[in-house]
């Protein structure tokens, strides 16, 4: 018997995986796999890609393990502040995205923006755990325009690419702008 797992928030949009022996199939070039839970009894959990909500502190030790630093214009990493840069309440996945991206790619990666306020609402948002941005560099640029698909300009003229997993990475002026569904 398959049982929901009441932590995460599941939506229609939310792609899932369900595993009867519990080894899900979630690889690909730009999201780590997530490992599906087992209940005492050994039935199989369903996972979302998009994982389970972190803590700062968990989300900054998991990346600062990745050799990824998180920067902050305000020296800071209070969430409703819009100069720090905050990790609180984002998405496993989003982490295990921008470790592989980092991993995948070769080059440095530098956190520049999490779900502190300040960046624009929306489901697939900053704030509710969905993105990170990230400094652009020469290196980056080449990974993501060589490998990732063109898929046109954002309302507000920002290139956009899109990986198979179905991430879109967009270039702003000053970062990338990377939603990891």
């Known amino acids: 018997m398959l ?4 932590a995460l928030p599941l939506t229609l949009t939310t792609l899932l995986t369900i595993s009867a022996c519990g080894a899900p199939n979630l690889a690909a070039p730009d999201m780590a796999q997530t490992p599906v839970a087992q209940t005492p009894a050994g039935d199989a959990t369903i ?3 998009s994982g ?5 502190a968990e989300a900054r030790r998991r990346v600062t393990e990745a050799g990824i630093p998180v920067v902050s214009s305000g020296n800071c990493s209070t969430r409703s502040i819009s100069t720090c840069t905050s990790l609180e309440q984002i998405y496993s996945g989003t982490i295990d ?3 592989t991206l980092k991993r995948a790619s070769g080059c440095g990666v530098n956190i520049t923006g999490g779900t502190e306020v300040g960046h624009a609402s929306g489901t697939y948002s900053h704030y509710n ?3 990170v941005d990230t400094s652009i560099t020469t290196c ?3 990974y993501i325009t060589r490998n990732f698909t063109y898929i046109g300009l954002r309302g507000d003229g920002a290139p956009q690419y899109k990986s198979a997993a179905g991430n879109i990475y967009a270039k702003e002026s000053n970062h990338w702008d990377i939603l990891y569904y």
């Open 3 to 6: 049982k929901l797992a009441t």
């Open 97 to 99: 995205g921008i470790i």
């Open 52 to 56: 389970v909500k972190l803590s700062d």
């Open 47 to 49: 996972v979302a890609l």
């Open 129 to 131: 755990g969905y993105k």
């Open 140 to 142: 980056i640029n080449s």
